[in-house]
């Protein structure tokens, strides 16, 4: 089973603050790039914040300055920390993980994890 585990979703008020955890399956050597995506209610999913194997970092303009995507490598975890919520950050949140290519485990989805931001 290599889906991976996510947590930490809920409800706040909008300027609050949460964080997101999400932990792979296997040895973290085997994996490269880590990803949170976030589905609104009526919408296709996106990609929210991206992470490669080395650290580089990319954002979502509209989550720019407000969000910060980590991971630690030796748990193989990836965390998005989210501050200064809006409501139109509310949605599903899902992390995707990125196996190295000469695994042959391909990409794997979490279950997605609420995130409801009240006004």
């Known amino acids: 089973q290599l889906q991976p585990v996510e947590s930490g979703g809920g409800l706040v008020q909008a300027g609050g603050s949460l964080r997101l955890s999400c932990t792979a399956s296997g040895n973290s050597f085997d994996t490269n790039g880590m990803e949170w995506y976030r589905q609104a209610p009526g919408k296709q999913r996106a990609l929210v914040a991206r992470?490669?194997?080395?650290?580089?970092?990319t954002y979502a303009d509209s989550v720019k300055g407000r969000f910060t995507i980590s991971r630690d490598t030796p748990k193989n975890t990836l965390y998005l920390q989210m501050s200064s919520l809006k409501p139109e950050d509310t949605g599903v949140y899902y992390c995707?993980?990125?196996?190295?290519?000469?695994?042959?485990?391909?990409?794997?989805w979490g279950q997605g994890t609420q995130v409801t931001v009240s006004s």
């Open positions: 992470i490669s194997r080395d650290g580089a970092t």
């Open positions: 995707k993980v990125l196996y190295r290519a000469y695994t042959n485990l391909g990409d794997h």
